[in-house]
T-cell receptor, first 112, second 113 residues
Framework: GESVGLHLPTLSVQEGDNSIINCAYSNSASDYFIWYKQESGKGPQFIIDIRSNMDKRQGQRVTVLLNKTVKHLSLQIAATQPGDSAVYFCAESSGSARQLTFGSGTQLTVLP | DGGITQSPKYLFRKEGQNVTLSCEQNLNHDAMYWYRQDPGQGLRLIYYSQIVNDFQKGDIAEGYSVSREKKESFPLTVTSAQKNPTAFYLC????????????FGSGTQLSVL
């Protein structure tokens, strides 16, 4: 079946550096993508989303890039802070059901 | 504050016991969802409801049951048929009508005694 996956399960970055978290998807019909941040013992929080008619979208300190040719999604976090340490999930949806399918997540650790 | 409230935060189940996890939302959202999260894994859909008095099975519905008698409430029962219930359970909602952005509760950690 279709799946959403992540390249790396863990990522460590120095405080102040930029972080890039990657996500691959396999469903060529996926047309909506979303990133969530989940801190330990808490529910996921929405970060940013993008539709397939765009290839880039920016938020506050975050940017999502979508490459439909290679079915790849990335989340860039500028000037990473200790509070950014969390698990980051990508998810996608397609078709009439409009339900999100989640990847397994990347653990981001910010080093002092 | 508008949001989704899950209770309890922690829950323990004895062998052969059914337990019910509560989920309440005051966002006036039409659709509600239950996900299961195991350590180091993504979210798997258990059940969802797009309208009151209607619900559908997700990918891992066996051993679980739900009801949707009110728009605001979507309780999940973990039955004794669920042999591996230890997990973090997340409730979520969306406005519906093709808006798939999920709003999540804070989760319930269920463990087996």
């Amino acid at each position: 079946g279709e799946s959403v996956g992540l390249h790396l399960p863990t990522l460590s970055v120095q405080e102040g550096d930029n972080s890039i978290i990657n996500c691959a998807y396999s469903n060529s019909a996926s047309d909506y993508f979303i990133w969530y941040k989940q801190e330990s013992g808490k529910g996921p929080q929405f970060i940013i989303d993008i539709r397939s008619n765009m290839d880039k979208r920016q938020g506050q300190r975050v940017t999502v890039l979508l490459n439909k040719t290679v079915k790849h999604l990335s989340l860039q976090i500028a000037a990473t802070q200790p509070g950014d340490s969390a698990v980051y999930f990508c998810a996608e949806s397609s078709g009439s059901a409009r339900q999100l399918t989640f990847g397994s997540g990347t653990q981001l650790t910010v080093l002092p | 504050d508008g949001g989704i409230t899950q209770s309890p935060k922690y829950l323990f189940r004895k062998e052969g016991q059914n337990v019910t996890l509560s989920c309440e939302q005051n966002l006036n959202h039409d659709a509600m969802y239950w996900y299961r999260q195991d350590p180091g894994q993504g979210l798997r859909l258990i059940y969802y409801s797009q309208i009151v008095n209607d619900f559908q099975k997700g990918d891992i519905a066996e051993g679980y049951s739900v009801s949707r008698e009110k728009k605001e409430s979507f309780p999940l029962t973990v039955t004794s048929a669920q042999k591996n219930p230890t997990a973090f359970y997340l409730c979520a909602s969306t406005p519906g009508q093709g808006n798939e952005k999920l709003f999540f509760g804070s989760g319930t950690q269920l463990s087996v005694l």
